[in-house]
């Protein structure tokens, strides 16, 4: 009974403290005109108070009932606050709020054009500052006006705008660092912010920008250090309050992290590279057309300048001189009279483009990331850099608890490190000594995968080593003379992590805590079960495998004629289930209508070799 009472409380806070919003609206109403301005500054004050506190109900962001409620309350606020403080930060703040309501409501038009209001009136406060303005008067302003700007990263990021979200971001996170004291920072928020811009610009390949977030986040966290600056972010054992301990380089996760998004960062630059190893020159960011052009487009924009001067200089020799200083004063009247707002924050033409925090000069920047990539010493230069990264990122991540999901990442970035630089290699014997080495690492991450709770990631892991294992055997081929059978525990290792990638599917697999899958482990086609899938992405990837399986099973030359049956049963079993399965989705079909057709020729090949075994 007692806890029916409390959640209809709870229930009963968000219309309890609106009501309280309504009952000052009124008593503002009430007010005679000509009341002491303190009194309506007292009751304004008031409201704006208690707007806030009903800001925080989580209530009024999900019902619209609630939404509307407030939006309407803020509506009145502002018009009187406008009345009162034209140019008061707090009139600033209202604003935010009625734009973050807006996006909460869907309307991005209407929050948009809000955030613009709240920041034309910083503008205006700005122009009008005095010297004589408080400090911490000063703050609130710089402080409300930081959040419009991550407001409008918010709302842009709603509708799928991410340039411009990003460009947004960039600058809050610009001015929170080149005025760190100033905005009392919370070091962790910060870092949380700068790595998801960070992801932005590394999935755009944006390497410039990217490093620039990761240096400013290393500065971050070493002043951190150094000042003794606290976090209210609860991580570590959720420390209400985070001080100086934290930030001991040698011990924190978060550190791990970021050095981890470094060795993230150079991997997926050399993984771009090897994809364009076929052109001579490897451009990262710009390349010399484009500077060419630039400097081209500056001389003639010279050239056109110096023209238009000579047409403006005869033009004005023919104006008498009286006419030429009525206009002169009346230009200067012009300026001294209007007032132009001029947008700190002009959206570039291509927002992705833009290089965060130029302005600051960040230590430690690799000219590699700016530079052409034209030959093999700067790919190792590369490769050397990034893995020394994430063997830092181990050794911080691995005596932590709950980072087994990423220092397993660790292990499969650090194995494709080894993958980016086999393009470059003609050696065969290197290849498939760098194959080798990748096994090793990602095997070591075998132990472990029965208590990750992220199945994605364990079946990325197992489908990676089978692809290694179909590499193996291609360059194994080639650079020796190996036995038959040789080849054959290859092609099975091959099978059996395949066949433990499609076996993932099944969900009694993926939550059988004995379903442990080893190196060196004996293929086993019966552990292949009927599977589930969360997407057309995901089946689309099950039947490319499967098919794939089938196809390497037929490439063991069993002398074993009861083992040779096994894997041509299992093949035909796989090209079956594929074929029925397609034809139950006719959309997966169209996809796969040329293994369809494969398939189809497969089946009545192997049952013909099956007959011939007996």
Same mark, same amino acid.
């Given at each position: 009974?007692?806890?029916?009472?409390?959640?209809?409380?709870?229930?009963?806070?968000?219309?309890?403290k609106l009501r309280e919003v309504k009952n000052i609206r009124k008593e503002i109403f009430s007010l005679?005109?000509?009341?002491?301005?303190?009194?309506?500054?007292?009751?304004?004050?008031?409201?704006?108070?208690?707007?806030?506190?009903?800001?925080?109900?989580?209530?009024?962001?999900?019902?619209?009932?609630?939404?509307?409620?407030?939006?309407?309350?803020?509506?009145?606020?502002?018009?009187? +606050?406008?009345?009162?403080?034209?140019?008061?930060?707090?009139?600033?703040?209202?604003? !935010?709020?009625?734009?973050?309501?807006?996006? &909460?409501?869907?309307?991005?038009?209407?929050?948009?054009?809000?955030?613009?209001?709240?920041?034309?009136?910083?503008?205006?406060?700005?122009?009008?500052?005095?010297?004589?303005?408080?400090?911490?008067?000063?703050?609130?302003?710089?402080?409300?006006?930081?959040?419009?700007?991550?407001?409008?990263?918010?709302?842009?990021?709603?509708?799928?705008?991410?340039?411009?979200?990003?460009?947004? %971001?960039?600058?809050?996170?610009?001015?929170?660092?080149?005025?760190?004291?100033?905005?009392?920072?919370?070091?962790?928020?910060?870092?949380? /912010?700068?790595?998801n811009l960070y992801q932005f610009y590394l999935f755009n390949h944006q390497w410039k920008s990217a490093?620039?977030? %990761?240096?400013?986040?290393?500065?971050?966290?070493?002043?951190?250090?150094?000042?003794?600056?606290?976090?209210?972010? /609860?991580?570590?054992?959720?420390?209400?309050?985070?001080?100086?301990?934290?930030?001991? +380089?040698?011990?924190?996760?978060?550190?791990? %992290? @970021?050095?981890?998004?470094?060795?993230?960062?150079?991997?997926? @630059?050399?993984?771009?590279?090897?994809?364009?190893?076929?052109?001579?020159?490897?451009?990262?960011?710009?390349?010399?057309?484009?500077? $060419?052009?630039?400097?081209?487009?500056?001389? /003639?924009?010279?050239?056109?300048?110096?023209?238009?001067?000579?047409?403006?200089?005869?033009?004005?020799?023919?104006?008498?001189?009286?006419?030429?200083?009525?206009?002169?004063?009346?230009?200067?009247?012009?300026?001294?009279?209007?007032?132009?707002?001029?947008?700190?924050? *002009?959206?570039?033409?291509?927002?992705?483009?833009?290089? #965060?925090? *130029?302005?600051?000069?960040?230590?430690?920047?690799?000219?590699?990331?700016?530079?052409?990539?034209? $030959?093999?010493?700067?790919?190792?230069?590369?490769?050397?850099?990034?893995?020394?990264?994430?063997? &830092?990122?181990?050794?911080?991540?691995?005596?932590?608890?709950?980072?087994? $999901?990423?220092?397993?990442?660790?292990?499969?970035?650090?194995?494709?490190?080894?993958?980016?630089?086999?393009?470059?290699?003609?050696?065969?014997?290197?290849?498939?000594? +760098?194959?080798?080495?990748?096994?090793?690492?990602?095997?070591?991450?075998?132990?472990?995968?029965?208590?990750?709770?992220?199945?994605?990631?364990?079946?990325?892991?197992?489908?990676?080593?089978?692809?290694?294992?179909?590499?193996?055997?291609?360059?194994?081929?080639?650079?020796?003379?190996?036995?038959?059978?040789?080849?054959? &525990?290859?092609?099975?290792?091959?099978?059996?992590?395949?066949?433990?990638?499609?076996?993932?599917? $099944?969900?009694?697999?993926?939550? !059988?805590?004995?379903?442990?899958?080893?190196?060196?482990?004996?293929?086993?086609?019966?552990?292949?079960?009927?599977?589930?899938?969360?997407?057309?992405?995901?089946?689309?990837?099950?039947?490319?495998?499967?098919?794939?399986?089938?196809?390497?099973?037929?490439?063991?030359?069993?002398?074993?004629? *009861?083992?040779?049956?096994?894997?041509?049963?299992?093949?035909?079993?796989?090209?079956?289930?594929?074929?029925?399965?397609?034809?139950?989705? #006719?959309?997966?079909?169209?996809?796969?209508?040329?293994?369809?057709?494969?398939?189809?020729? +497969?089946?009545?090949?192997?049952?013909?070799?099956?007959?011939?075994?007996?």
């Amino acid at each position: 009974m007692e806890n029916n009472i409390e959640i209809e409380k709870k229930d009963l806070e968000p219309q309890l403290k609106l009501r309280e919003v309504k009952n000052i609206r009124k008593e503002i109403f009430s007010l005679e005109e000509n009341s002491p301005e303190k009194i309506y500054h007292e009751k304004i004050e008031k409201l704006y108070n208690k707007i806030l506190d009903c800001l925080q109900e989580p209530q009024i962001k999900i019902t619209g009932k609630f939404l509307l409620k407030i939006t309407n309350e803020l509506e009145f606020l502002k018009d009187v +606050m406008e009345k009162f403080y034209p140019r008061n930060y707090r009139l600033q703040e209202v604003y !935010n709020q009625r734009g973050v309501l807006y996006a &909460e409501c869907g309307d991005i038009p209407n929050a948009i054009k809000t955030l613009e209001k709240s920041q034309e009136i910083y503008l205006e406060n700005k122009k009008n500052s005095s010297e004589n303005q408080e400090p911490k008067y000063l703050q609130h302003v710089e402080n409300v006006y930081n959040l419009s700007l991550f407001y409008f990263a918010q709302v842009y990021q709603k509708i799928g705008q991410k340039e411009i979200a990003s460009f947004y %971001l960039a600058k809050t996170l610009e001015r929170q660092i080149e005025n760190w004291k100033f905005f009392n920072v919370d070091p962790l928020k910060w870092a949380e /912010n700068a790595t998801n811009l960070y992801q932005f610009y590394l999935f755009n390949h944006q390497w410039k920008s990217a490093e620039a977030v %990761l240096l400013a986040t290393k500065y971050v966290l070493e002043i951190s250090n150094e000042k003794g600056i606290e976090s209210d972010s /609860n991580l570590d054992q959720k420390k209400e309050n985070i001080s100086l301990q934290f930030f001991d +380089m040698k011990e924190n996760s978060v550190w791990g %992290l @970021l050095l981890f998004n470094f060795g993230s960062l150079y991997e997926q @630059l050399l993984l771009m590279t090897a994809m364009r190893k076929n052109n001579k020159v490897y451009e990262i960011e710009e390349n010399e057309d484009e500077k $060419n052009n630039e400097n081209e487009d500056e001389k /003639n924009n010279e050239i056109e300048d110096e023209k238009n001067n000579e047409i403006e200089d005869e033009k004005i020799k023919e104006i008498e001189d009286e006419k030429n200083n009525e206009i002169e004063d009346e230009k200067i009247k012009e300026i001294e009279d209007e007032k132009i707002i001029e947008n700190p924050l *002009q959206i570039p033409r291509n927002p992705i483009k833009f290089i #965060p925090f *130029q302005s600051f000069k960040l230590k430690n920047q690799d000219p590699l990331l700016s530079t052409q990539i034209t $030959n093999y010493e700067q790919i190792k230069k590369l490769f050397k850099k990034g893995k020394e990264y994430l063997e &830092e990122s181990e050794k911080i991540l691995t005596s932590k608890k709950g980072f087994l $999901n990423q220092w397993i990442e660790i292990k499969r970035l650090e194995s494709a490190l080894f993958s980016t630089l086999i393009p470059w290699e003609e050696d065969k014997k290197r290849i498939y000594s +760098m194959n080798r080495r990748r096994l090793t690492i990602l095997f070591q991450t075998l132990p472990h995968l029965q208590n990750l709770k992220q199945n994605e990631l364990k079946r990325e892991i197992i489908l990676e080593i089978g692809k290694i294992f179909e590499l193996i055997i291609e360059y194994k081929a080639e650079t020796t003379n190996h036995k038959v059978s040789q080849q054959n &525990e290859i092609l099975e290792q091959c099978c059996y992590f395949y066949s433990c990638f499609l076996a993932l599917f $099944n969900k009694e697999n993926a939550e !059988n805590p004995n379903f442990i899958i080893k190196e060196n482990s004996q293929w086993d086609p019966t552990i292949i079960k009927e599977p589930s899938f969360n997407s057309f992405e995901e089946a689309s990837d099950y039947i490319t495998i499967r098919l794939l399986l089938s196809k390497i099973i037929s490439q063991i030359r069993e002398q074993n004629q *009861q083992k040779a049956k096994i894997q041509i049963t299992a093949a035909v079993e796989n090209y079956q289930w594929v074929l029925d399965y397609l034809d139950k989705h #006719p959309k997966l079909a169209t996809k796969f209508q040329t293994e369809k057709e494969i398939a189809t020729e +497969m089946i009545p090949y192997l049952k013909t070799k099956f007959r011939s075994l007996f």
